[in-house]
């Protein structure tokens, strides 16, 4: 039990001893008190992976000190004790919509508290309610009539994906000013809806259809994710690349890796998320897919503590996403509003690399071209700035960055943001003599 701790604080004081520091002056480097750092040393106290990869980082040492100290796979939450419905494309009549028996449940997301949700049964007639706003878009009628006759004709076909491709891009716009359980229902609905017009439609405009409905079905895996529902998560990204790869979108699917990544990122996973971002890195997909795919391997490496490997990816994601070009016939894969993924990831990837003032600047200049309406992108990231600030000892600083975003985090109910909220929470934790720090302390619980 005591050996980690024990050969942790032995190698600490020895590259620290050879760095000419001592515990005064490493401890205003990591800012972590000298007591907390001798307990460290000498094996009393175990070393937070956090405090591992400060102090990484101040002696050089390249990861050896991380390495000692590895991230543990979070757990799976509690608070959304779900098993997802079937498969949004498989057809299942036990989850289908329009199943004859209007006994039949489908799931839908439902908020406990700030940043959890769980799956709760939903009516069909509820559904139907939720997804109204679709059907009206499309001119279908009544969802109880779909039947093979309603299919979309040939001629008729590119109306019907041009209004369907205009909602979802309303969609992800109500995804970054609310929580999921506002949007996931509808997404829900649509992607049924779009799936099943796909089938009875002619090959065409069928492979249309079901091209978008892998969209839309990549797009409700993020909102699981969102809500905190991970296992949906990856029962949405599996149906996207499957229709995706039966519409002959191959870069969808290839995306859906990248997606997939990301799950495993939140898991503190490190080498599963670069395995499959590295998957997602075929020479034959567009320069996006592959940008992408870099970014989430470069964000991997960072958990890992390889600062070389996580630049190098870096740089060819930068590379790759300077030379992607928009379709506007299609939705964008990937994140819209934040105007240079890369650099944004690279104040991300610093601060996993224990470089928290690198990260600060880095993440102080990107947020100021987030636009102002992208209210969940801005709080994803806002959050993480002050977590930054705070880790590089810039205390009252942080504070003052994260106060007006509590407001933002009720709307936006993001499990992935209340993560980084405990942990700065957990950072602003070390200071509680700070007068900053005991009056925001309370509204992060």
């Known amino acids: 039990m005591y050996e980690q701790p024990n050969r942790f604080g032995r190698e600490l004081r020895r590259l620290r001893c050879a760095a000419g520091l001592t515990l005064t002056g490493l401890a205003g480097t990591v800012h972590y008190s000298k007591a907390q750092l001798s307990k460290v040393e000498r094996g009393l106290k175990p070393p937070s992976p956090t405090m591992a990869r400060l102090c990484d980082a101040a002696l050089a040492a390249n990861g050896a000190l991380s390495a000692l100290v590895p991230l543990r796979p979070s757990p799976a939450t509690d608070r959304t004790a779900v098993t997802y419905a079937t498969d949004p494309a498989s057809g299942d009549e036990a989850s289908d919509p329009h199943s004859d028996n209007p006994g039949k449940e489908v799931w839908s997301v439902s908020q406990e508290s700030p940043g959890y949700g769980s799956l709760r049964p939903m009516g069909r007639r509820q559904v139907m309610t939720a997804g109204a706003a679709s059907f009206l878009g499309l001119g279908l009628g009544a969802p109880d009539a779909l039947s093979p006759s309603s299919a979309p004709p040939e001629s008729g076909g590119s109306a019907l994906v041009d209004v369907s491709r205009t909602l979802f891009d309303q969609f992800r716009r109500l995804g970054q000013a609310t929580g999921p359980e506002a949007v996931l229902p509808a997404l829900t609905a649509q992607t049924r809806t779009l799936?099943?017009?796909?089938?009875?439609?002619?090959?065409?405009?069928?492979?249309?259809?079901?091209?978008?409905?892998?969209?839309?079905?990549?797009?409700?895996?993020?909102?699981?994710?969102?809500?905190?529902?991970?296992?949906?998560?990856?029962?949405?990204?599996?149906?996207?690349?499957?229709?995706?790869?039966?519409?002959?979108?191959?870069?969808?699917?290839?995306?859906?890796?990248?997606?997939?990544?990301?799950?495993?990122?939140?898991?503190?996973?490190?080498?599963?998320?670069?395995?499959?971002?590295?998957?997602?890195?075929?020479?034959?997909?567009?320069?996006?897919?592959?940008?992408?795919?870099?970014?989430?391997?470069?964000?991997?490496?960072?958990?890992?503590?390889?600062?070389?490997?996580?630049?190098?990816?870096?740089?060819?994601?930068?590379?790759?996403?300077?030379?992607?070009?928009?379709?506007?016939?299609?939705?964008?894969?990937?994140?819209?509003?934040?105007?240079?993924?890369?650099?944004?990831?690279?104040?991300?990837?610093?601060?996993?690399?224990?470089?928290?003032?690198?990260?600060?600047?880095?993440?102080?200049?990107?947020?100021?071209?987030?636009?102002?309406?992208?209210?969940?992108?801005?709080?994803?990231?806002?959050?993480?700035?002050?977590?930054?600030?705070?880790?590089?000892?810039?205390?009252?600083?942080?504070?003052?960055?994260?106060?007006?975003?509590?407001?933002?985090?009720?709307?936006?109910?993001?499990?992935?943001?209340?993560?980084?909220?405990?942990?700065?929470?957990?950072?602003?934790?070390?200071?509680?003599?700070?007068?900053?720090?005991?009056?925001?302390?309370?509204?992060?619980?």
């Open 195 to 445: 799936h099943k017009l796909a089938v009875e439609a002619g090959p065409r405009t069928g492979s249309s259809l079901l091209a978008l409905a892998s969209r839309y079905a990549e797009y409700a895996g993020w909102m699981a994710q969102e809500a905190g529902d991970n296992q949906a998560a990856m029962r949405w990204t599996e149906s996207a690349m499957r229709m995706a790869s039966a519409a002959g979108d191959q870069d969808l699917a290839a995306y859906a890796l990248v997606r997939r990544a990301l799950i495993t990122l939140y898991d503190n996973d490190a080498a599963r998320t670069i395995q499959l971002a590295q998957h997602a890195q075929g020479r034959q997909l567009p320069p996006r897919i592959r940008g992408l795919a870099a970014q989430r391997e470069a964000q991997g490496h960072a958990l890992a503590g390889d600062y070389d490997a996580c630049m190098r990816c870096l740089d060819r994601a930068h590379d790759l996403l300077a030379r992607s070009t928009a379709d506007s016939a299609t939705p964008v894969i990937g994140a819209t509003h934040v105007p240079d993924l890369a650099a944004m990831t690279t104040g991300w990837c610093l601060y996993d690399l224990g470089r928290p003032k690198q990260a600060a600047e880095a993440l102080d200049r990107e947020l100021a071209r987030v636009a102002p309406h992208a209210l969940r992108t801005r709080t994803r990231y806002g959050i993480r700035q002050a977590l930054a600030h705070a880790t590089a000892g810039e205390v009252e600083h942080a504070c003052a960055l994260a106060a007006p975003l509590l407001s933002s985090i009720q709307h936006v109910s993001s499990a992935t943001v209340a993560t980084d909220v405990r942990r700065l929470a957990r950072t602003l934790s070390r200071f509680p003599k700070n007068a900053a720090v005991r009056a925001l302390a309370p509204l992060l619980i």
